[in-house]
Each structure stands twice: as structure tokens, then as C-alpha cells.
């Protein structure tokens, strides 16, 4: 939204006496939340522990957003440009290493998209100028995509060719490692959205797929677009244009995916 995180909380559920989850496992995990947050320029001043037989762990995070300068996930205008961050594909690959198929070197690509921080990209689109933004998670990028959709009367057409796969994920998706809350996406947006003939069923998954730490989708206005793009390139991010915003009437939210 815009906005500058400033502290967090660790907040934390895990088992005080269990063997195949020793708090040696714990500390890693603090370890590397208070490495994230500080390269984001956070400062853990605190938390919370519970015992829980589940492991959980997050951060509450404070932050400030001058109120005149807010991004919402709503704004986009007929003509907008569709930019986004990150490719898709973690949700399938992570589920592929639970069952043990995923290869060392497509988890790793997994891991690294992972593990990049989207302040990069937040900054680069400031400098840029935008319209709107969400961020790609547990709905996936359909998902939060139609959400851009709620107000102002637009619509959305996705180029599927050009929006950016993580290597192996096509694959694992046809060997089947799709995670429930994936395929439950996909069935929730499926009466908003057309497909070309030409895209295939891994391919609709995808767009669907739940992520973890998922990149940003950005609405700007066609002739900032590659300005906002070779912002993004400077900054390390690689921004790709996949698709514009169309006019559409209030509230319909449709979406439209070519090949």
C-alpha cells in the first residue's frame, strides 16, 4: 500500500516437547524472520511464544503511509497496463518437494523468488507512478487479480505468453503436484474468466496457483509502463508487462486470458 514498515513482533506456535521438531529448529526460523526483517529495515522489538503441536510462525508489523499517498488494490483505468514481479509456480513446486519430485535446482529457483523482498519493486513503482496494486498470494494472481476488478468499471485481458513461469512448474503441474487451494482458486474464478481454447489446463492452474511470498501486480498508465518496467530492471526486479485493463461495466470484473 505504499507504506514504510518501521517494527514487528515475532509471533510464534510451537510444540515445547517434540523430537521431530527440536527447538534447534526454532531458532533457525527466528533467525532467518530477524535477517528478512532487517534487510527490509525492520527492527523486532518483541513477540509472543505458545506451545502448539503445529509449527506457526509470522511477524506483526507497523508501519506509516502518508495518507495522501495510499495504494489500494482498486483504481486501474481502461488502458492501464497489467505489471508484474514475480513468476508463478510456488505453490506446485513446494507441494512437488513435500512428496519428494521436485528437482534441487527448480526448488532452489522457487526458494530465491521466495525469499526476495518486494521493497525493490514497492520503491521502483513510487518513482514510477501508478494507478493501483495488490500483492500475488494464497488466491493467486487470478484471484487477486479480480479483486483490481471490484470498482470503476474495468475489466481485465491476461496475455498468457507473457506472464512469467518459474522453470519445472509447468511439469510438476502436469505430474499432478497441485495443492488443494490451488484448484479451489481456480474453481472460484472460473465463472469470471474466458479462456483462449489455446491455453492449456497447466497453464489455467498456474494462474490460480496459491503463492508464497508472491510478487506485486501493478496498474499503470500505458505510456509509464516502460518507464515503470526499466524501473523495476534497475532495481534488480524483473518487471514484465502481461496484460491491460479494459473497460468493462461496474462491477462485472471479468477477465480474459489470450494466448
Known sequence: MGGRPVIALNIVG???DNPDVPMSVLKEILRGGAEKAKEAGVSI???HTIDDAEPKYG?????????????????????????????????????ALRAGEAP????????????ALNNNAAEAAAEAGI??????????????????LAHGGVGARVQMGSVPILDGARELTG??????????????????????????DEDRLLLSDAQTSGGLIFAV?????PELVAHLQAAGVRGVEVGEFVAAPAGSGRIEVVE
Not at 508501519?63 to 513468476?87: Q, Y
Not at 493501483?132 to 493467486?140: I, R
Not at 498508465?221 to 509502463?225: E, K, M, Q, V
Request: hydrophobic share 35%; proline share 6%.
Open 221 to 225: 498508465a500505458a505510456a509509464t509502463a
Open 175 to 200: 505430474a499432478g503436484h497441485v495443492p488443494g487451494g490451488s484448484r479451489r482458486n481456480k474453481e472460484s474464478v472460473d465463472a469470471d474468466v474466458t479462456y483462449d481454447s489455446g491455453v492449456s
Open 45 to 47: 522489538v518483541g513477540g
Open 14 to 16: 510451537f510444540p515445547r
Open 131 to 148: 494507478h493501483a496494486c495488490t500483492d500475488v498470494t494464497g488466491f493467486g494472481f487470478l484471484g487477486h487479480l479480480r479483486e483490481m
Open 59 to 95: 511477524l506483526c508489523v507497523t508501519g506509516f503511509v502518508h495518507p495522501d499517498r495510499c495504494w489500494t488494490n482498486v483504481g486501474a483505468e481502461p488502458g492501464d497496463r497489467i505489471v508484474l514481479t514475480k513468476p508463478l509456480g510456488t505453490g506446485i513446486i513446494t507441494t
Open 104 to 115: 534441487p535446482d527448480v526448488t532452489q529457483r522457487a526458494v530465491d523468488t521466495m525469499a
